[in-house]
Nanobody
Framework: QVQLVESGGGLVQAGGSLRLSCAAS????????MGWYRQTPGKQRELVAV???????DYADSVKGRFTISSSDGRSTVYLQMNGLKPEDTAVYYCYADLVVGLAGSTSNYWGQGTQVTVSS
């Protein structure tokens, strides 16, 4: 059973910083991509940042220059360092992973349970 466990959300004032963590556990044969999405009520979940197994990163335009995604040496933990937070960054942040799992080595997508980030003005 593969699980993604997130931590690090909370309440912060505008201009402040938070660091989110997401650890993947279970029988994982490989990691293709891990990343972060966010969602606010009434809106679709949107990409925030992703990192590939080769270390390539991609960011939403709205967070470029403020957020940094990174991963642990084994690639099974991904971090999102969020600096210069704005009220519009308020959302539930979800960890995402595209993993190679199972005896057949198939690719499957997984989501974390979500962590609330609230930025006050």
């Amino acid at each position: 059973q593969v699980q993604l466990v997130e931590s690090g959300g909370g309440l912060v004032q505008a201009g402040g910083s938070l660091r989110l963590s997401c650890a993947a556990s279970g029988v994982i044969l490989g990691i293709n991509t891990m990343g972060w999405y966010r969602q606010t009520p009434g809106k679709q979940r949107e990409l925030v940042a992703v990192i590939s197994s080769g270390g390539r990163t991609d960011y939403a335009d709205s967070v470029k220059g403020r957020f940094t995604i990174s991963s642990s040496d084994g690639r099974s933990t991904v971090y999102l360092q969020m600096n210069g937070l704005k009220p519009e960054d308020t959302a539930v942040y979800y960890c995402y992973a595209d993993l190679v799992v199972g005896l057949a080595g198939s690719t499957s997508n997984y989501w974390g349970q979500g962590t609330q980030v609230t930025v006050s003005s």
